[in-house]
């Protein structure tokens, strides 16, 4: 055969080879999944790094740090809990830390262990590694970091928290206890002030003043692994240290027989009743459902959904407001008032968001950034009518 009448067909191959760089199959255009992530520093904790990056996510976009709890892994929280979904739908990048049985028999990240819940030291440092290899990796962005996690992660999220403020926007707690609290919280209360809980806090970075992550807790009311008291406890810890009073500043209804106290745009304590250990999940394919049941995945609430708008991950996304119960000042019956965040003002009916700004109801009061850190005090004047008074209650 004339070599000459080859060249096309072997043309015809190599384009064809070479297009597969740019096919829809290929690693750079196909569907995210869980990666192990080999190396991220020094890693003096010994835990693993794996990490779901949604498929042609830009720059700049949050992270988030999920951790599992005991006799779970990083696989297995990937794909009860429903981070994934929202990790695709708000466009962040999701670590998930895994514990090793070398370090722990029931793979129980060891936040009972003073070496492993300090700054700059043991696991603590070793989920902080992860979180700056996947900045640099992925161009998350580092103002836009958060932490969560269940029972043992949980608990590892509060010392994420108190460890590296500097860190972290904001943080959620799930079944887990308060900041340097040992083994004993998880068995019975503790007699401790908010102040004597604060002070745990504040002794993992003396001399810091802030700005602290914000706070979310939750809690199943009939749980009996982790006692129901640390969530409270958890309440009093975090209020102490943002200086706000452990009085709520408005509630609301969820769904899911879930209620919801907020703290001055600081904390929020989530309480489901009647479930017991676990994350709360609600399977479905709606915005507000997520997750898979299982083992320490309950079907209640989507759990994660709730968390990741409290973050402000959501965006531009909608749902009709939670309906609310205020706790009026006891300074003032006749017309309560209520200091929030603009976010949670929104969330508990007393304003509305437009356009990226917030307007109070009843008077159209503009009240700035719609956000977690903006903070207003409105007074109730009549059904549905409120009006800035900062200062004034």
Known sequence: MNPRRLWPALLAVVLAVAGLATSPLSPANAAATLTQVGSFGSNPGALRMYSYVPAGMPTGRPLIVALHGCTQSATDYYSHSGWPKYADLYQAAVVFPEQTPANNALSCFNWFTAGDIGRGQGEALSIKQMVDHAIRAYGSNPQRVYVTGLSAGGAMTA??????????????????????????????????????????????????????????IWHGTADSTVVPANATELRDQWTNVWGVPQTPSSTATLPGSTTVAYYSGAVELYQVSGMGHGTPVAPGSAENQCGTTGAYYLNTICSSYHIARSWGLAGGTTTPPPSPSPSPSPTSTAQPCFTASNYAHTTAGRATRSGGYTYANGSGQAMGLWNTFTVHTLRQTGPNHYVLADGQC
């Open 159 to 216: 010392v994420m928290l108190a460890a590296y403020p500097d860190v972290f926007a904001a943080g959620a707690v799930i079944a887990g206890l308060p900041y340097n609290c040992g083994t004993i919280c998880q068995y019975q209360a503790q007699s401790k002030t908010p102040k004597q809980w604060g002070d745990l806090v504040r002794a993992a970075n003396p001399g810091y003043t802030g700005p602290w992550p914000r706070v979310s």
